[in-house]
């Protein structure tokens, strides 16, 4: 259908995933439930598929100008494949509308297979964060795709640990960003630190000051901080005060 894409490499998948008519249908294991968006999870032949389908366009003028939520989410995915920052495969994707206004719209993701958020980790008290290598492998990954992030004048608006997954081997993913966008001059310097404040929310309460201060130097690509940093560091630090 105009509007609606289904990856050839899916066409089996068609029956389920080739309309959009065919999505809104689906039945699933719901995982989330919001009055603009639902995300159901449904297994084919053995692999699990992420279903999250959108009523409404988003929040604010949202509803009314600009890109719908939806095609947001789906476009900074692809994004982030093409900027070699390993995410969700999308495997179909499309919207459909009432005229000239948004009516509705869907995007399908396949599992990323033996993954966990990191946030889930930090609840439980995972071991792995003790373990002074692995919380090194993980930060180098967090720290280079952030950076790819932003030399794009792009920021996740969004980046807490929810939103990092990691596998059994240590190899770090980004989800869910419908909220990024591209920014230019002191905006796009205020997004970025918002994106490493959020991810400093939750790691000054299960990492150490080294570890978090080693994360900032790999993000930087320093052995040594200079006055710029100092400050950057300052407005991380104090971003939330306040508001937690």
């Known amino acids: 259908m105009p509007g609606w894409k289904l990856e050839p490499a899916y066409a089996e998948l068609a029956q389920d995933f ?4 065919a999505v809104f249908a689906l039945q699933g294991e719901r995982l989330t439930l919001d009055p603009l968006s639902e995300v159901i999870r449904v297994q084919r032949d053995g692999v ?6 959108y009523v409404g366009a988003g929040k604010g003028l949202r509803r009314y100008l600009g890109r719908p939520r939806v095609k947001s989410e789906w476009q900074n995915l692809k994004r982030f494949a093409k900027w070699g920052i390993p995410t ?3 495997v179909a994707w499309g919207l459909e509308r009432n005229g000239a206004t948004y009516d509705r ?5 396949r599992e990323l297979p033996r993954t966990e958020d990191l946030s889930a980790l930090a609840l ?6 003790n373990d002074r290598s692995w919380v090194d492998r993980i930060s180098r990954q967090v720290a280079r795709y952030t950076r790819t992030m932003h030399d794009h004048h792009f920021t996740h608006n969004d980046l807490k640990w929810r939103n990092l997954l990691v596998d059994d081997q240590a190899k770090l993913f980004f989800i869910d960003c419908p909220n990024g966008a591209f920014w230019v001059s002191f905006m796009l ?3 970025i630190t918002k994106d490493l ?3 400093d929310k939750v790691a000054k309460y299960h990492l150490s000051a080294t570890q978090r201060l080693r994360f900032y130097l790999q993000y930087r690509g320093r052995e ?9 560091i300052r407005h991380i630090v104090s971003f939330f005060e306040g508001r937690e």
Do not use: P, Q
């Open 105 to 109: 719209g869907a995007l399908i993701t």
């Open 48 to 53: 699990n598929y992420y279903v999250k389908r």
């Open 224 to 232: 040594r901080l200079n006055d710029s940093d100092k400050k950057r």
């Open 124 to 129: 439980a008290h995972d071991a792995r964060l």
């Open 88 to 90: 969700a495969e999308v």
């Open 197 to 199: 404040a959020c991810l």
């Open 18 to 21: 080739g309309s959009l008519e």
């Open 189 to 191: 310097r205020y997004r």
